[in-house]
T-cell receptor, first 113, second 110 residues
Framework: DAGVIQSPRHEVTEMGQEVTLRCKPI?????LFWYRQTMMRGLELLIY????????DSGMPEDRFSAKMPNASFSTLKIQPSEPRDSAVYFC???????????FGSGTRLTVV | QQPVQSPQAVILREGEDAVINCSSS?????VHWYRQKHGEAPVFLMI?????EQKGHEKISASFNEKKQQSSLYLTASQLSYSGTYFC???????????FGKGTTLSVSS
């Protein structure tokens, strides 16, 4: 298995632009999570899905952030418009049920200038 | 709701032991432990479930005290490869996502 695949690995964009991060979970995993990591805040949960349904999006910072999971093999996290304070590493992770660990993707390093 | 990890940092020589603690103010269903090396993604080490037994993986083991809502990660006879940041992640019930602590940085030197 190729693991959790995220794209792009790096993204540099100007303030005000739209950014879309992509994630392909491990086949057969039914839960998908989006986390953001910064030095100040550590690993923050943004949103998670069970069986493609968003369960808790209370971690999404504001309306500029949105996430979708149209099918079991694909999810997107969109930021529109982007701001410098959104700069962070964004991780996608997937798991099977509540008894197994999470497998993280390699992350997307987002820099908003 | 975020679990509290201690200590924040540990410096060891090869072969020494370390204990990393994780505590929560809420009742816990599960505790996960992950290790992250610089510039890489967190990697799953082990999971401890409410009512479950202590788990072990080579020279790394962990315990979960449900009454105290605490977990400890034990690293024995540390190796250079153990260096990294260790995170505990906790969930209050099955089916909910993990909330991670701020991490404990472990540095092992020869």
């Amino acid at each position: 298995d190729a693991g959790v695949i995220q794209s792009p690995r790096h993204e540099v964009t100007e303030m005000g632009q739209e950014v879309t991060l992509r994630c392909k979970p491990i086949s057969g995993h039914n839960s998908l999570f989006w986390y953001r990591q910064t030095m100040m805040r550590g690993l923050e949960l943004l949103i998670y899905f069970n069986n493609n349904v968003p369960i808790d999006d209370s971690g999404m910072p504001e309306d500029r952030f949105s996430a979708k999971m149209p099918n079991a093999s694909f999810s997107t996290l969109k930021i529109q418009p982007s701001e410098p304070r959104d700069s962070a590493v964004y991780f996608c992770a997937s798991s099977f049920g509540g008894y197994y660990g999470y497998t993280f993707g390699s992350g997307t390093r987002l820099t908003v200038v | 709701q975020q679990p509290v990890q201690s200590p924040q940092a540990v410096i060891l020589r090869e072969g020494e032991d370390a204990v990393i603690n994780c505590s929560s103010s809420k009742a816990l269903y599960s505790v996960h432990w992950y290790r992250q090396k610089h510039g890489e993604a967190p990697v799953f080490l082990m999971i401890l479930l409410k009512g479950g037994e202590q788990k072990g993986h080579e020279k790394i083991s962990a315990s979960f005290n449900e009454k105290k809502q605490q977990s400890s990660l034990y690293l024995t006879a540390s190796q250079l490869s153990y260096s990294g940041t260790y995170f505990c992640g906790t969930s209050p019930q099955a089916g909910t996502a993990l909330i991670f602590g701020k991490g404990t940085t472990l540095s092992v030197s020869s």
